[in-house]
């Protein structure tokens, strides 16, 4: 097996924009990284997801289709 080829793994402290820091382990050679969304203020994770319907289509489907699941 070759020696020193491998790349550093360091710990890194990932910060969002909503101000939310954690840190993991990473191979970059920055010490810090900055990212614009993560599981605390993401509307998935936080359950404020909003599902947008321009055109119906949720409904047309439901209309369509929504006896076939129900019970």
Known sequence: MKTDIHPTYKDLTVTCSCGSQFVT????????????????????????????????RVDKFNQKFGGFFKR
């Open 25 to 56: 382990k990473s191979t970059m050679s920055k010490d810090a990284f900055g990212i614009e969304v993560c599981s605390n203020c993401h509307p998935f994770y936080t359950g404020k997801q909003k599902i947008v319907d321009t055109a119906g």
